[in-house]
């Protein structure tokens, strides 16, 4: 009970704050989303790929240097698609030709975007509010009570204040001749306001 009390305290506190402000202004760089199928079936090609050119290299009678970093490309390869796991379906990779076909160059493509993409930090703070509301409310008691409710407040204003930026947004892509009085009207905002509002509208 003492423990939920102290939590409590500081997450209503100014603790509280200051992990909301690191994460709000740090992003979500670090962050990632996890692999997809897509990207385990490229992972699995590009294996099939340095596979093929390391044998390729070694029949035509390539250089020395070409056939050791062929070699090495294949061995390097060989990490990735352990660490991305195999796919539930292998795409075409028979071959040279099989590899090369158009549909293994979209594959590529499309992991090379799908690796890209990182999570909206606005959804990471609302999936972390959420999991605090859950452990909250599995602890009990008054103090979790209390914790779960300020932390379902927070998700609510962090909601409210989205909706709001969003409709500001549309405001001014809807009057144009409005939108230099409105920017003026908002000139007055601390640092801090206009680093969130930038954060959100991104």
């Not at 493509?109 to 999936?127: C, G, H, I, L, Y």
């Amino acid at each position: 009970m003492r423990m939920l009390s102290q939590t409590y305290k500081y997450l209503t506190g100014f603790g509280f704050y200051i992990i909301a402000g690191v994460l709000l202004f740090t992003g979500c760089e670090s962050m990632r989303f996890g692999v997809n199928e897509g990207q385990k079936e490229n992972a699995w090609v590009h294996n099939r790929t340095a596979a093929a050119a390391a044998q390729l290299a070694e029949v035509q009678g390539s250089s020395v240097e070409l056939r050791d970093l062929t070699e090495l490309s294949e061995l390097q390869s060989r990490a990735f698609a352990a660490y991305f796991g195999l796919p539930n379906e292998y795409p075409a990779a028979g071959t040279v030709d099989d590899i090369l076909a158009d549909s293994n160059r979209r594959l590529a493509t499309e992991a090379v975007e799908d690796s890209k993409a990182r999570p909206n930090a606005w959804d990471v703070a609302d999936a972390g509010m959420e999991l605090g509301i859950g452990i909250f409310a599995v602890l009990g008691g008054v103090y979790g009570t209390k914790a779960a409710k300020f932390l379902k407040d927070a998700r609510a204003k962090s909601k409210a204040l989205k909706e709001i930026i969003a409709g500001n947004e549309l405001f001014k892509n809807a009057n144009q001749k409005q939108a230099e009085t409105f920017k003026q009207a908002h000139a007055t905002q601390s640092p801090e306001t206009k680093q969130i509002v930038a954060q959100m509208k991104g």
